[in-house]
């Protein structure tokens, strides 16, 4: 068995969706202090904004409502969603499946990418910072954002830390853009775990290279790294 299961975050362990949501609604409260707009019809129109096109939601909602803006004021709505407290949970296949592995004494990492504000709020909400849940976690962006996925250096921090061989390590993930690539640096495991309205599960394989298993459900980690 694996001595070493290390994880991302986003649309692995917790929904991407759930987060976006969360951070329209914090927009969304803003802009109603500011504009006076109803807070539920301005979360659901950069939501239907979002789904039509990722980039410039912000953007694009002002100009709906022809509003002339400066670039600042676009920041400042990209820092009430970057900063704000997300609402966000476990999968409820998560704490089962972390638990099932620590009694079988594997260790546990969390290993993510995305700004640090965001990423450490979420795992304050989640009661997961420090080492309540996880054995080392590595939020790329504290590095630098050379350190981003999929650069090698977190993972052999990781494995460095944990004090084990490549083939006894994991990584599970979801993008195919990025958390599988590792595998044509290192000698790690890769699983991707296909879940439910996944941000990214669309995107291509960079340069074709592919998790070793797949999964839909962290109850079937087991069955993989066993």
Not at 146 to 156: C, E, G, L, T, V
Not at 176 to 191: A, H, S
Request: net charge neutral; charged share 35%; glycine share 6%.
């Amino acid at each position: 068995m694996k001595k070493a299961v290390i994880f991302d975050l986003d649309d692995t362990l917790i929904s991407e969706d759930e987060y976006i949501r969360s951070g329209y609604r914090a927009v969304s409260s803003f802009l109603k202090d500011m504009y006076g707009w109803d807070e539920r019809m301005t979360s659901r129109q950069l939501y239907d904004l979002y789904l039509e096109d990722s980039r410039k939601v912000f953007n694009r909602l002002l100009e709906s409502h022809d509003i002339r803006y400066k670039e600042n004021e676009i920041m400042e709505l990209v820092e009430v969603y970057r900063e704000h407290v997300p609402d966000v949970h476990f999968y409820p296949d998560v704490k089962p499946a972390l638990r099932t592995l620590k009694n079988k004494g594997v260790k546990l990492g969390l290993l993510s990418d995305g700004y640090a504000v965001t990423q450490r709020k979420k795992l304050t909400v989640l009661n997961a910072n420090g080492k309540k849940v996880f054995d080392k976690i590595i939020i790329t962006d504290e590095l630098g954002r050379d350190y981003w996925k999929p650069d090698p250096r977190p993972f052999i921090m990781m494995k460095e830390a944990f004090m084990v061989d490549w083939g006894d390590m994991v990584y599970v993930g979801d993008n195919p853009e990025k958390d599988f690539f590792i595998g044509r640096d290192l000698p790690i495991m890769t699983v991707r775990i296909i879940r439910e309205n996944c941000v990214y599960k669309d995107r291509a394989y960079k340069e074709g290279y592919r998790e070793n298993a797949r999964i839909s459900s962290l109850n079937d980690i087991m069955k993989v790294i066993g």
